[in-house]
């Protein structure tokens, strides 16, 4: 097997208020069951095996965009609102942090029983993953999380992190059953993480001979273990900044929303009476869902989604998270009895948005756009884990309510 790929965060503490972990449930159900509806399970498992989409996925859901937190409460909410659905969806997510990644093989055994997949299998899969992750690619990294994620079809991912406490950032591996070739020699598909110097990785394959018997001879470079692997590295810093977004991107999405209305495109006639704000936060969701891998290089773009929890880039609108979630539900619920008139309404979103990217050019007022997202947050019910966002004391000097990124 292939590992998918690694990706380096710096460590974050703290929980995940209840307000926003609720949401990020409802969220990412929506988001899995449009993916799930539309594609299939499989895209749903190569997505999530993906560090770069996987980012995108918890910026979008208003987690912090750069931080190891990511990893833990997106799949704890997944997790949560997935698996009572999982008969319908047909995906089962098993493990977690701690104890209850201990707990995989066990659950991976009643997956079995319920799908007819081999449960043995899959539990040995989660086993030589976890083993391969923490003993032989021995990088400084220790491994305390532990996700398997399968479908009814018997695809899987793994999603796994450790960290490194002298370094203070934590490191994602993802794996992906679909390159399934071999446990031992470059399983992965992708490792979300930063060099920290030379490691030791028994399953590059120029290390066949060391395990052979030559272990001693086997440390290799960390240019040369991350050769044929997709890599994301996070900064260190907290805030987002013109450095961290494709400005084109941004910029374009935010002119194909805020500067038209849903009449104005024929597709997206369905989503008539949602405000520009609202549709901000679709158009980004509707990127998650539809967008190609190459889509998920920046993966702060999506934070303008939701905002984040921390308030980086700008706290969390409530109200405005429930509307996207609200609308995606029902476009979903439409699309089960037949009409997907809704659905393809999203996703005509998301297109409308590329296509302005052609011929747009994006000035250079980033810091000014965050802060009007700031100072308009209360109106939203803009929320951090420090408590409710304020009206600004000073009236924006903006005050046509342009955002003047284009």
């Known amino acids: 097997m292939k590992?998918?790929?690694t990706a380096d965060l710096p460590l974050h503490y703290g929980q995940v208020?209840?307000?926003l972990s609720e949401r990020m449930s409802k969220l990412g159900l929506a988001i899995v069951e449009t993916i799930a509806l539309e594609f299939s399970t499989s895209e749903v498992i190569s997505k999530l095996s993906?560090?770069?989409w996987f980012q995108s996925f918890g910026a979008v859901m208003g987690m912090d965009w750069h931080s190891s937190g990511i990893t833990t409460s997106v799949l704890g909410a997944l997790k949560k609102s997935v698996n009572p659905h999982s008969k319908e969806l047909g995906i089962y997510i098993c493990g977690g942090k701690g104890k209850h990644s201990l707990l995989t093989p066990q659950e991976l055994l009643f997956v079995g029983e319920k799908t007819g997949l081999d449960g043995n299998n899959l539990a040995n899969c989660s086993k030589l993953a976890a083993k391969v992750d923490n003993t032989a690619i021995q990088d400084g990294f220790q491994l305390y999380q532990h996700n398997f994620i399968v479908d009814n079809m018997g695809q899987w991912a793994v999603i796994q992190q450790g960290m490194n406490p002298d370094s203070k950032t934590a490191r994602r591996y993802h794996w992906h059953s679909q390159d399934l070739k071999s446990f031992i020699e470059e399983p992965h598909t992708f490792i979300y993480g930063?060099?920290?110097?030379?490691i030791l990785n028994l399953t590059?394959?120029?290390?066949?001979?060391?395990?052979?018997?030559?272990?001693e001879l086997s440390k290799e470079s960390p240019a040369k273990i991350m050769k044929e692997m997709q890599y994301l590295s996070m900064p260190a810093h907290h805030d987002v900044r013109m450095e961290d977004v494709n400005m084109k991107r941004l910029g374009a999405m935010?002119?194909?929303?805020?500067e038209n209305k849903p009449e104005d495109f024929e597709e997206l006639l369905l989503l008539k009476g949602m405000g520009p704000r609202a549709l901000q936060s679709l158009a980004l969701v509707s990127e998650v869902i539809y967008g190609t891998p190459t889509r998920f290089e920046d993966p702060a773009r999506f934070s303008?989604?939701?905002g984040g929890k921390d308030g980086h880039p700008f706290p969390v609108p409530v109200t405005i998270y429930d509307e996207t979630i609200n609308t995606l539900q029902r476009a979903i619920n439409r699309a089960k009895i037949g009409n997907g008139d809704k659905i393809e309404a999203i996703k005509k979103l998301s297109e409308i948005s590329r296509k302005a990217e052609q011929s747009f050019t994006p000035n250079s007022n980033f810091d000014a756009l965050i802060q009007k997202e700031r100072n308009e947050s209360y109106k939203y019910g803009g929320k951090t884990v420090f408590g409710d966002a304020k009206p600004p004391k000073k009236r924006p000097p903006n005050t046509n309510n342009q955002l003047e990124l284009f």
């Not at 930063?194 to 030379?198: C, L, V």
């Not at 590059?204 to 272990?215: D, H, N, P, T, V």
């Not at 935010?254 to 805020?258: D, E, G, Y």
């Open 304 to 306: 303008f989604a939701h």
């Open 194 to 198: 930063e060099n920290q110097g030379t």
């Open 50 to 52: 993906n560090p770069f």
């Open 204 to 215: 590059a394959q120029a290390a066949s001979k060391s395990r052979e018997g030559i272990l």
């Open 254 to 258: 935010l002119w194909a929303t805020h």
């Open 3 to 5: 590992r998918s790929g």
């Open 17 to 19: 208020p209840l307000w």
